[in-house]
């Protein structure tokens, strides 16, 4: 942007004398106010960004004051059973989740042993072989899947409680199974699939 203002002669040295001083100073102040006129100058005396559009904030990563968790569904096929845990975001903030949630098992509620099995990140649908991707709540969660066939004579493991965290967020969740899962095999393994959008979560278990 261009002014049409005339500097007068002897502003562009540092030994102007008073005549000089006191035109230069008149044409500094006439330049400043057609500067804030035209929008160029702010009143905090910066640059105007106002050609300029501001910026959305990205979501954070959710904190547990926002979080709440539930059993969400659960269905079995071909010896093959798989739970949803849904994870919902109850404020009216968007936040984001990115990764594997951090899971234990356990055999009941009212005597809470530990269920020693092996967590994988593999299992016999398309939602295990997706990589981990940031997942805007909303809603969403992540699946448990375990064998239920059993092969052995070794019998099979039980579990009807998880307590979990969940990636960059500093809490321990606990949600009850309304019937135990199974986890057969000689080496029990139970796969837990990456946070994923609930949409996916509902095709995949069904």
């Given amino acids: 942007m261009t002014f049409n203002l005339t500097k007068p002669a002897g502003c562009s040295g540092r030994r102007e004398n008073s005549v000089h001083r006191s035109k230069c100073r008149s044409y500094l102040s006439v330049l400043i106010s057609a500067m804030f006129t035209a929008g160029v100058l702010s009143s905090a005396g910066t640059a105007a960004a106002t050609d300029r559009p501001a910026s959305a904030s990205a979501p954070g990563v959710c904190r547990a004051s926002q979080l709440t968790v539930s059993f969400g569904h659960s269905s079995g096929a071909a010896g093959t059973v798989a739970t949803g845990i849904q994870v919902r975001n109850l ?10 949630p951090d ?3 356990f055999s009941s509620r009212a005597v809470p042993g530990r269920t020693k099995v092996i967590v994988v990140h593999y299992g016999q649908g398309q939602l295990f072989s997706q990589r981990p991707r940031v997942v805007s709540l909303g809603k969403g969660g992540f699946v ?11 019998g099979c493991a039980q579990f009807s409680m998880v307590r979990f965290s969940l990636p960059g967020v500093a809490h321990i969740y606990t949600v009850i199974l309304p019937y135990p899962q199974n986890v057969c095999g000689m080496h ?13 979560i ?5």
């Fill in 188 to 200: 029990p393994k139970v796969g837990v699939s990456a946070f994923s959008p609930w949409a996916a």
């Fill in 144 to 154: 448990l899947e375990s064998s239920d066939v059993n092969s052995s004579d070794v």
């Fill in 91 to 100: 404020s009216k903030t968007s936040c984001e989740l990115d990764g594997y």
């Fill in 202 to 206: 509902q095709e995949y278990v069904g």
């Fill in 103 to 105: 899971v234990d098992f």
